[in-house]
């Protein structure tokens, strides 16, 4: 048992190291396999049955059905080879989860041929595949999600795409591996009570902003500007048009750093982090992250979280 | 869907197997259907107990579970059982599969053209059955599906007929089969009044002639079968007999060759053109000149042989067999015995006492009926000196009685007699109504003669519908046979063609085999190892045909939309121009780059561009004429 685990394995070390991480894979000759499937070996022995209850009573319409049964087995390598061949697979970008969701493999399948492929079947071994079809100079999508346990680099698993079609003797199938890791990001987890984010966030963080809310002085009109911020009762008088200008205080912003949280088990403490910056970011307020190894400003904007975050999923 | 193929399947089988088989497969369709509607669970105990009941019944009415008959019912009714607990994927695919053997089970019943073509649909369906299977949709592209599996059962017909012809064929059964089947209809083997007269109402084919030589008259035509030299009063038997050597016959000419096509007839003697000499392969010829194969005929089965004429001259009956043809029960008949005595006393000679009987018959009261009052005891005193009817089989027997009574050694013979020639396959069909009983006659130097009393009676007073079968016979008074020919309707014509192709069906594909093989590579010129050159034989042309036939099929699938083949060819001219279009690149953004980079390009090709846009991606557009327009923009580049 261990040796065939063995030389299984080294099998598939094999493949993997032959299968190309293309985003878009062509399906052809060399990279299409083919074997018959038990429906095929169990019409194989009823053909030989057939053929042999035949001889014994040398009853020749037997044989005609035994050898019609036989030509069909034999054109299905044909039939079943055509149904995946000229396949165009591409890999979609995948698109970045927290840890604990799914993240999934998306697949665009592309058939250019003038043929309806017709139950095409995606998995991730060649027994557990789900079935597609693609018509005529069509595409079709298709999607898979595996649960993301750990934050980091998801490395999705070899892909199968087989088929069966038409008379399930004969699997074809072909292996490919998306080019893509997926990026995970720790899971977000409330902190039990707030982390001291504002220790040393508010100090040297006093910037003001030009903005509408605390006013601030009073300049000429100029086109573009508000016109709910226009002093009408300075224009009454006929003062000229004046313009108020308003200053907004951004007081409320956040350098998370991992300080705050080393105490913490590691991968709690990036869950916290990961919480507060969404928090921050919910909040439309700016916020930076300050990383051992790494820092980034102050930002703000979905953009800004993003790059954040992938910090902590691969620190 | 699946319950639907059963039926289909099993169908055929419904007429050969025990009725209460056929009502057991039957009633599980019906639960199938039922459970299936109703959405009930079957109980597993349910299931169990029908398995054993039925291999009970199977026991129980066989008493046995191996054979033709027995395994076949068993067969049909698991087939029925597994429909039944069928749930799975697995379970269907399995019951299809299993679907197409039982399908050829049918075969071992009948081989007609009509079972074939009916077959031929059964696959259609089972493979459409698979191909729901094994797609999305299930059964819902019914049509598609069938298409489908049309399409592939006709491509591999061609390759199927090749496998036939070329796959090397083992002689007969690999193993003795218990076969306690009932006898076929036909002549056998012992001869009471009324037995053949009961064949004249089947119209089967007993065997088909094709003539090698010239073609003897319908009148010649009488095909030997067996003799009948026992007589207990009442049934004619074969008396002893035995196998004989070619060195035993007396010289002989040949006269007609012919080939028989005979269909099964489950017993064990051949018929053939009299006079025999000479036994088919595989067969004895005993020395009443008849021929008998070592085993019962279960297929079709072809033979050559010719047709012959003895030279008797000089050879003497030997007393055993004197006395074998003048056997006759020690009582009974006695009128009979002494009327013939009488008038054997009055004749020249043998020869002239049979022309006197035959007069007799020809022109007293003796009626050719197929309906004669039945007689109990002293049947020859009833029937010659009482009702004086009867079929062949009464004249026959009545004759050889009183050639023996009064001392001349004589035998009933039966076989068939005459033919309907088939001018669309050129060939005689003999059918089990032509059966006939005539009689032989040893003459001194003359040898056996053959008698036809049948043939004496006048044509008056022959029963209507048995007149053109009669006029075929013996005319020992040629001057007054009067022809009824039948007309010939565009009826008959049809059945005639109909027969034709049966016969070339029964003859050239059915009857195929060993023998067949061996003769026509043997025509080839292959003599000894023809094994061998079947192999390269079967394995060139499989090579070839699937290369050809694959090239072919993989080829349909290159070919390509045509709009997308100018798109192409645009994307190509594009290139000559020195513009590298990333792969991933869609027509948008191909007019976007051409437009930032290749101003001067951008004019002459986003036209084209546009137009290929308009026809993939826009919904309502008259494709065909965007397609000439896209077309012309993109030959004018």
């Known amino acids: ?179 893509y890791k997926a990026l995970i990001y720790p899971k977000p987890i409330a902190p039990s009570s707030p982390l001291d984010a504002g220790v040393n966030g508010e100090e040297d963080g006093s910037t003001s902003v030009k903005g509408s809310e605390d006013f601030y002085s009073v300049k000429e009109y100029q086109p573009g500007d508000p016109l709910k911020q226009v002093m009408w009762k300075a224009f009454a008088r006929e003062r000229g048009i004046l313009t108020k200008e308003f200053e907004d205080k951004v007081g409320e912003q956040q350098l998370f750093s991992w300080q705050s949280v080393a105490h913490f088990e590691k991968e709690l403490a990036l869950s916290y982090l990961c919480h507060e910056l969404i928090e921050a970011n919910s909040k439309g307020i700016d916020f930076g992250l300050q990383m051992p190894s790494k820092k980034i400003d102050l930002g703000k904007g979905d953009k800004h979280l993003y790059q954040c975050l992938e910090v902590l999923a691969l620190f | 869907m699946l319950i639907a193929i059963q039926a289909v399947v099993l169908f055929p089988l419904w007429f050969e197997i025990p009725s209460w088989i056929t009502a057991a497969t039957i009633g599980l369709l019906i639960v199938k259907y039922l459970t299936y509607k109703f959405n009930i669970k079957l109980p597993s105990w349910f299931l169990l107990i029908f398995v054993f009941s039925a291999f009970i019944g199977i026991f129980a009415y066989f008493r046995t579970i191996s054979g033709r008959d027995a395994g076949v019912g068993l067969i049909c009714l698991m087939y029925g059982f597994k429909l039944l607990e069928s749930k799975s994927y697995r379970d269907a695919t399995l019951m299809l599969f299993i679907s197409f053997f039982i399908m050829v089970m049918a075969f071992l019943f009948n081989q007609s053209i009509a079972m074939g073509l009916y077959l031929l649909l059964a696959m259609l369906a089972i493979l459409s059955g698979i191909v729901a299977l094994n797609s999305i949709n299930g059964i819902k592209g019914l049509r598609h599906l069938s298409k489908l599996s049309g399409v592939a059962l006709l491509q ?97 000419e040949t006269r007609y060759q012919y080939r028989v096509q005979m269909e099964p007839n489950k017993s064990r003697w051949l018929f053939g053109l009299e006079q025999l000499a000479t036994a088919p392969k595989d067969t004895y010829l005993f020395n009443d000149f008849t021929w008998r194969r070592p085993k019962k005929i279960i297929n079709q089965f072809n033979y050559s042989a010719e047709a012959v004429v003895y030279d008797y001259q000089g050879v003497v009956l030997s007393e055993f067999h004197r006395s074998v043809n003048l056997q006759l029960p020690r009582t009974g008949n006695p009128k009979s015995r002494e009327w013939a005595k009488t008038l ?33 005891e002293d049947v020859v005193d009833g029937f010659w000196l009482g009702t004086r009817e009867g079929f062949c089989e009464h004249y026959a027997g009545a004759f050889v009685f009183m050639m023996r009574a009064a001392g001349v050694p004589a035998r009933v013979v039966t076989g068939y007699q005459g033919g309907e020639y088939n001018p669309y396959g050129d060939f005689y069909l003999i059918r089990q109504s032509d059966a006939h009983a005539w009689t032989e006659v040893w003459v001194d130097n003359k040898g056996w003669v053959r008698v036809d009393p049948t043939a004496a009676i006048h044509p008056s007073r022959i029963e209507e519908d048995l007149r053109p079968r009669a006029t075929r016979r013996d005319d020992w008074f040629s001057d007054k046979v009067v022809g009824f020919d039948l007309p010939q309707g565009f009826l008959q014509k049809l059945q005639m063609r109909w027969d034709a192709i049966k016969s070339f069906w029964d003859d050239s594909l059915m009857s195929y085999g060993q023998d067949e093989q061996h003769d026509w590579l043997s025509k080839l010129g292959i003599h000894s190892n023809q094994w061998r050159y079947l192999g390269y034989g079967l394995v060139v042309t499989l090579l070839l045909s699937s290369l050809l036939f694959g090239l072919w099929l993989l080829r349909k699938s290159i070919k390509r939309d045509p709009v997308e083949k100018y798109y192409e060819l645009l994307k190509q001219k594009l290139m000559k121009q020195g513009v590298s279009i990333p792969e991933h690149y869609g027509p948008q953004a191909i007019i976007e780059l051409l437009d930032k980079r290749y101003p001067q390009l951008h004019e002459k090709y986003s036209i084209a561009i546009k137009f290929y846009i308009g026809i993939r991606y826009k919904k309502e557009t008259d494709d065909e004429s965007w397609f000439k327009r896209f077309k012309a923009q993109v030959k004018t580049l």
Do not use: C
């Open chain 2, 156 to 252: 591999a017909i061609p390759i199927m007929l090749v496998l036939f012809f070329l796959f090397p064929r083992l002689p007969g059964p690999l193993w003795a089969m218990p076969d306690k089947s009932q006898g076929g209809t036909g002549i056998s083997d012992s001869m009471s009044p009324g037995d053949i007269g009961s064949l004249t109402t089947f119209d089967d084919p007993a065997f088909r002639v094709k003539f090698d030589s010239a073609v003897p008259s319908a009148s010649e035509m009488y095909w030997r079968g067996m003799v009948f030299s026992n007589y207990d009063g009442f049934t004619w038997r074969e008396g002893s007999r035995s196998p004989t050597r070619t060195t035993n016959i007396p010289s002989f």
């Open chain 2, 344 to 376: 054997f006393a009055q004749s020249r000679s043998t020869e002239d006492f049979i022309q006197r009987i035959l007069s007799i018959i020809n022109q007293q009261q003796y009626h050719y009926t197929l309906t004669p009052e039945v007689l109990e």
């Open chain 1, 1 to 179: 048992m261990k040796l065939i685990g063995n030389i299984k394995k080294r099998f598939y070390n094999w493949i993997d190291a032959r299968l190309p991480a293309n985003p878009e894979i062509q399906l052809r000759q060399r990279n299409i396999y083919i074997l018959p499937t038990r429906y095929g070996w169990l019409m194989l022995a009823i053909i030989l049955l057939i053929l042999i209850a035949a001889t014994n009573y040398q009853n020749n319409m037997g044989f005609m059905a035994g050898f019609v049964l036989l030509a069909i087995g034999a054109l299905s390598i044909f039939y079943t080879y055509r149904n995946l061949r000229h396949l165009k697979i591409r890999v979609l970008k995948p698109q970045a989860v927290y840890a604990g969701d799914n993240v999934s493999l998306s697949l665009e399948v592309i058939n250019s041929t003038e043929q309806f492929r017709a139950s095409v079947g995606f998995g991730e071994t060649k027994k557990k595949t789900s079935l597609i079809d693609i018509p005529n100079s069509d595409k079709a999508y298709y999607q898979e999600s595996f649960p993301a346990h750990k934050r980091g680099w998801f490395v999705y698993p070899r892909m199968a795409v087989t088929s069966v079609f038409p008379f399930g003797i004969f699997q074809v199938w072909s292996w490919f591996k998306s080019p």
